[in-house]
């Protein structure tokens, strides 16, 4: 008796924890994430439009971490010229590297790096697999996860994500391929 309660409610818990899950807009993802380029041909492959792009979200990102720096030296009660003056060291260099296509099962996948400094600044996604919707959905669902862990990690030592291997695969390969320029 007491078995079969307790299967019963892991049904139940198990069901109201499936029919919680909220199924992905692929097209929501793709749009609403700045370095996630689905687009095969011409296009997705284009270093200019993605070399501006990249820029100004590295010029972005310099921007912020100088605001921090600063911030910080005014909660320590320094003057807020003081602390721009102790940072006056030569300006980073803000570049653009672009990793080898890697053939996967599914796909090409090829990523393109914003660097400044020696600080991963951005990830855009010039080439993933995209033969069929389900492709396509792997891919929405999978890259905007390793673009943040790869962020994060500054490197490409990033999680595999579960139900895209060979997608995760390639994004690392292409990666680690143009953290390699550097």
């Known amino acids: 008796m007491k078995r079969a309660i307790l299967a019963l409610a892991g049904t139940v818990t198990g069901l109201v924890g499936v029919l919680s899950l909220h199924p992905h807009a692929t097209t929501a993802l ?4 700045p370095g996630l380029n689905l687009a095969r041909g011409a296009g997705a492959t284009t270093t200019d439009s993605a070399g501006a792009a990249g820029s100004t979200s ?3 990102s310099a921007d912020q971490s100088s605001e921090g720096q600063a911030s910080k030296g005014k909660s320590s009660g320094a003057p807020s010229s003081a602390a721009p003056s102790s940072q006056a060291a030569a300006p980073e260099t803000v570049r653009t590297l672009t990793g080898q296509p890697v053939e996967t099962g599914y796909g090409p996948v090829q990523v393109q ?3 400044s400094g020696k600080k991963l600044t951005a990830v855009q996604v010039l080439e993933a697999p995209t033969q069929s919707g389900r492709d396509v959905e792997i891919s929405n669902f999978a890259l905007p996860i390793l673009h943040d862990e790869a962020l994060s990690a500054q490197s490409a030592n990033i999680q595999v994500v579960s139900g895209a291997t060979y997608t995760s695969s390639g994004y690392q390969q292409s990666l680690q391929s143009a953290l390699d320029q550097m």
């Open 30 to 33: 793709a749009s609403s994430h």
């Open 113 to 115: 790096v914003t660097v």
């Open 58 to 60: 590295g010029s972005a």
